[in-house]
């Protein structure tokens, strides 16, 4: 059989490490695949060519994205370019040439997924995107494939490998956050802006396109609330550990019976979890099906050639199924394109947690009691207190709790009472608390 021809679009940290995995395991890909793989033409606006392995079996290197998607040699077009811009209009146009693709770009799919895979329908193309969340851990796979029988209760899990990598530095070496974000940026861990990792916008995306693949509903990237890692501190790490948790940037993606929750924000585990010993670049995500109950997948969440065998792996799905019905297919979002549902994805302030509250409070007698009936008032009950002495000359004491769990709504109106109060000094830290068992 005559080889499959690729066009690829960008050849940097995923690009090159896609082009060194064609390359190294070209013979095992093939007879996987069934056909051998051939990347017809490459368009980059930069790249180091001293870098990849492979690139001398690229058929042409240009710098014109547009040529790729155009060229009629090209069956399968991958894109790592990454951004809305013009991997959006790249995309569409790749598909209305009859062309299938394959992209690690999740702000794409979270933000244009419904688009792009409705056009992709209309002409009997597959989108191909396991690359798309929490890098080389077949995940979608997984979720799409794996627990079809389940009614998914459940997804939660460290989806951002850049922040992961921060926190775990953080706590285990004292790091600075700017230090530890700069190595990761220099690993090609981090996203171009990589705000997106730090303020959880990565991770938004990721979660955005799990919550749809394990509730049959459109994606609704606007509808997930977002909270990243940026105003965590050395201090929260502490009393967290002191209370025998960790504090981990956690997507969470929940089936309730007033709709579902879409969210994502440092969390503090049990430091006995699993998630809680993921540690560094690697991520992981736990899923509970009703039928399979907890299931746990781990692996490295960025990085060229993890990433790198997600994108492959969709390739070689693709190719497999050149020749299949399209309405054959594993539909992109794991259920029947009629068959999403509308259940709603609940505000924030709807949603139920426990919490880790740090502030700063005059140390007086009766201040305590007046936070702990303020809490109670809003129906918020502590489960454990530290309240430290104060420092020579200091007139304010750091005091940290742990609550119950209760709604968000209710959270909000009691912090913002006692922030008011004049025993109370700045802004309270919050920080959710999720069990995760069962
Ligand atoms: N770096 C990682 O570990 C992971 C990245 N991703 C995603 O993979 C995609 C690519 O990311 P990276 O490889 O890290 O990015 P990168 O910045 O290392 O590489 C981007 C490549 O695209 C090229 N490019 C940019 N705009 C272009 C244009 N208009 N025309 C032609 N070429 C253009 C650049 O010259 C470069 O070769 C992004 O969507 C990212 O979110 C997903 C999982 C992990
Ligand atoms: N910037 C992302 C890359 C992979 O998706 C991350 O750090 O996880
Ligand atoms: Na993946």
Redesign the pocket.
């Known amino acids: 059989m005559k080889p499959v021809k690729i066009g690829l679009l960008g050849l940097g940290t995923v690009g090159g490490g896609t082009v060194s995995v064609l390359a190294n395991n070209a013979a095992e890909i093939a007879r996987r695949a069934g056909r051998e793989i051939q990347i017809a033409h490459a368009a980059a606006r930069a790249y180091d060519a001293g870098a990849i392995d492979g690139l001398e079996r690229i058929g042409r290197i240009g710098d014109d994205a547009f040529a790729v998607v155009e060229d009629p040699e090209v069956e399968v077009v991958i894109e790592l370019i990454g951004g809305y811009s013009p991997a959006r209009e790249l995309v569409l146009r790749a598909i209305e040439n009859g062309k299938h693709v394959v992209t690690?770009n999740?702000a794409l799919i979270a933000l244009h997924g419904n688009e792009i895979f409705a056009v992709a329908r209309e002409h009997g193309v597959t989108v191909g995107f396991e690359?798309?969340?929490?890098?080389g851990i077949p995940i979608i796979k997984a979720v799409r494939e794996g627990l079809a029988a389940n009614h998914i209760e459940w997804v939660a899990g460290i989806?951002?490998?850049?922040?992961?990598?921060i926190l775990s530095e953080m706590r285990d070496k004292g790091r600075d956050f700017a230090d530890v974000l700069a190595e990761?940026q220099a690993l090609g861990?981090?996203?171009a802006d990589?705000t997106?990792?730090v303020e959880g916008i990565?991770?938004a995306h990721?979660l955005t396109i799990l919550g749809s693949l394990a509730f049959g509903i459109p994606l609704q990237f606007e509808r997930c609330f977002t909270e990243g890692i940026s105003k965590i501190g050395a201090l929260d790490v502490a009393y967290a550990a002191e209370l025998g948790y960790r504090i981990k940037h956690l997507g969470i993606a929940r089936r309730g019976e007033q709709g579902i929750e879409l969210r994502v924000h440092p969390t503090l585990i049990p430091e006995r979890r699993l998630l809680a010993n993921v540690d560094g670049?690697m991520?992981a995500v736990l899923v509970k099906g009703d039928a399979v109950g907890p299931t746990l997948y781990y692996g490295a969440?960025?990085g060229a050639l993890p990433?790198a065998s997600a994108v492959v792996a969709d390739l070689v799905d693709v190719v497999r199924t050149l020749t299949t019905d399209p309405s054959n297919r594993v539909p992109h979002l794991a259920f029947q394109p009629d068959e999403l549902a509308d259940t709603p994805v609940l505000e924030m302030e709807a949603v139920e947690t426990a919490y880790y509250l740090r502030l700063s409070a005059l140390d007086q007698p009766g201040v305590m009691a007046r936070i702990a009936s303020i809490l109670g008032e809003h129906g918020i009950s502590i489960e454990a207190i530290k309240q430290q002495e104060p420092g020579e000359g200091e007139t304010h004491v750091p005091l940290v709790m742990l609550t119950h769990r209760v709604r968000e709504r209710q959270m909000n109106a009691a912090l913002a009472q006692i922030e008011a109060l004049d025993s109370v000094q700045g802004e309270i830290i919050r920080i959710r608390v999720e069990m995760l068992s069962g």
């Open positions: 690690a999740k690359a798309a969340v929490a890098g989806i951002n490998g850049t922040g992961n990598f990761a861990y981090a996203e990589p997106f990792d990565d991770a990721k670049v991520n969440g960025a990433t």
